[in-house]
């Protein structure tokens, strides 16, 4: 079916849907949310396409309803990551030789299925249930942002294929092959985005490479629907390969296989760090250098100068703060406000999250859910507590929480008057924005402090009406944030638009949903065929005069 004429187009983002009161999206959805949690599912391994079953069990709970198990999973060990090794390897020769658009074709068509109502509602519905995400938030991700990674990303695989070398003039043709990596992807996700979770194991896949897929092991109930969208889509058999399970137990053998050839990481900067330390001391087993794509931690800011118009600012703290409940790497964590507009913003925020609804996703009235797990709850909460026990800080805002029905913390603003306060250099990943309040006269000193605070380098956003506050932020902090946004919350990267990633202890900075993140996934073979070999080893320069 290979057609030297086929291209692809450049893809449109795929369009949210509203799901506002009396559409017909909403109604879909609301029914496909009843038929998922009034439901048990067995979740098992898929390992070379078949159904594997360990007995080992975990239940999959609602983090908003946590007495409620919506699913219960398998969980693999050193015996079935071997299997799936095994299986993978087995699947990779003809995955990587097939032509790339037949590898795109099953992209474009896992792009279309996840528009479809069937599809989209389980998806989103899972998402809902499993991970406590509004309706909103789902859509976001679960439907549009996983469609157009599918559909972006065979974009630009067809970009970096289209990139070859000029030919000689005089007799050479030359090309370069972009190669599948030669081993297995161990593509790990986090709990906390449904599509970052379907593009770790689907980006190397798209150019030719086999994986491993161990979804967080509170979102495997998400993940499985995931492979059960990949298997419709026509991946065939283990090509991904699903191995839910504690990261030891799966880890451990994964990165003891001289086969690990790459690791697709989105998850925490200590973990990461640990997986990269245990490559360098396996590196001599390994038949090549695994390569390393990882997206980590953030303590992402927004930085206001006095020119700023408040309800802007205000309206970008809330949603970037608060928006799934602060549990996104870009998640707006820190706040730098100058004096001069500090009381009348500090009355703005605390009328307008007097108004925020938080409870169930099932009721769409709520702008926030629940946190993860018991966990990131008893984390979350440890900070609100020191907070309130320190003398440089005042919580204005929240610092309420319970977690008897379900895992839920107040929207929280604490104001400290340390720009090195622990909640202002620590990730927290939860409901929590710390705020610090600097001397108008003092923005460029503060943007210095900004730049040097934290570890992190992931997302940040200045608001600003005065052009060269904006000219001397985008200067000063130019290190500090892979994502930077100019009167914009920090959050919200949309694939074909704002590549995502940062440095530092943010992680590689490789670009999820663009060419930059798929050429890692790829090992380029230069070929040059000469049409006329010389046929005498002597060159003009040693002629006699």
Excluded at 477 to 492: C, E, I, M, S
Excluded at 519 to 530: C, D
Aim: a neutral charge; charged letters at 20%.
């Amino acid at each position: 079916m290979a057609n030297a004429q086929f291209r692809i187009n450049l893809p449109e983002n795929e369009p949210i849907k509203s799901y506002a009161p009396g559409s017909p999206e909403k109604a879909a959805l609301k029914k496909r949310i009843e038929e998922l949690k009034n439901q048990v599912i067995e979740i098992p391994l898929i390992i070379g396409g078949k159904e594997v079953k360990t007995g080992n069990m975990e239940d999959c709970v609602i983090p908003h309803d946590h007495k409620t198990v919506i699913g219960r999973y398998h969980k693999a060990g050193k015996k079935e990551v071997e299997m799936a090794i095994e299986a993978a390897l087995k699947a990779r020769d003809a995955w990587a030789a097939m032509e790339w658009t037949e590898r795109a074709a099953i992209f474009l068509k896992a792009g279309d299925l996840l528009a479809s109502p069937y599809w989209r509602n389980t998806l989103n519905a899972s998402t809902m249930l499993a991970q406590s995400k509004n309706a909103f938030q789902a859509e976001i991700d679960s439907a549009c942002e996983l469609i157009d990674f599918f559909k972006f990303n065979a974009y630009y695989a067809q970009q970096i294929y289209d990139q070859q070398p000029p030919h000689s003039p005089n007799g050479q043709w030359n090309k370069l092959e972009y190669r599948a990596l030669e081993g297995f992807v161990f593509a790990v996700a986090p709990f906390n985005f449904t599509s970052i979770a379907g593009n770790l194991p689907t980006s190397p896949a798209l150019m030719g490479n086999v994986v491993l897929m161990k979804p967080a092991s509170s979102a495997v109930y998400t993940g499985y629907w995931l492979m059960k969208l990949f298997e419709a889509a026509g991946f065939p058999p283990g090509v991904i390969n699903f191995v839910p399970g504690s990261g030891r137990q799966v880890g451990d053998p994964v990165m003891a296989s001289p086969h690990l050839a790459g690791i697709h990481f989105t998850g925490s900067t200590p973990v990461f760090q640990n997986m990269w330390k245990t490559v360098g001391e396996n590196i001599a087993k390994y038949k090549s250098y695994p390569r390393i794509v990882g997206e980590t931690g953030g303590k992402d800011f927004i930085f206001v100068h006095k020119s700023a118009d408040l309800k802007e600012v205000g309206t970008a703290l809330i949603r970037g703060a608060f928006e799934y409940q602060g549990q996104k790497c870009s998640a707006a964590s820190r706040a730098y406000v100058p004096q001069s507009m500090w009381n009348s913003l500090k009355k703005y925020l605390i009328k307008e999250l007097a108004t925020v609804k938080m409870g169930i996703p099932e009721d769409f009235t709520n702008f926030m859910n629940a946190v993860i797990d018991k966990n990131a709850f008893d984390t979350i909460t440890s900070y609100i507590d020191y907070a309130k026990k320190s003398k440089n800080a005042e919580i204005i805002f929240g610092g309420k929480y319970d977690d008897s029905k379900g895992y839920f913390i107040e929207p929280t603003v604490i104001v400290t008057t340390d720009p090195k306060f622990k909640s202002m250099e620590e990730e927290i990943f939860g409901p929590v924005l710390t705020i610090y309040v600097y001397p108008t006269n003092k923005y460029k000193e503060t943007l210095a402090l900004c730049d040097q605070t934290s570890p992190y380098a992931l997302t940040g956003a200045i608001f600003a009406n005065d052009r060269e506050a904006v000219i001397l932020a985008d200067k000063m902090l130019v290190n500090a944030a892979g994502n930077f946004y100019v009167n914009d919350k920090p959050t919200g990267a949309v694939v074909g638009q704002q590549p995502f990633g940062g440095a530092r202890a943010s992680g590689t900075n490789d670009k999820a949903g663009s060419y930059l993140n798929l050429i890692r996934w790829t090992s380029p073979r230069t070929i040059k065929e000469n049409f006329v070999p010389p046929t005498d080893y002597r060159y003009p320069f040693m002629e006699e005069e």
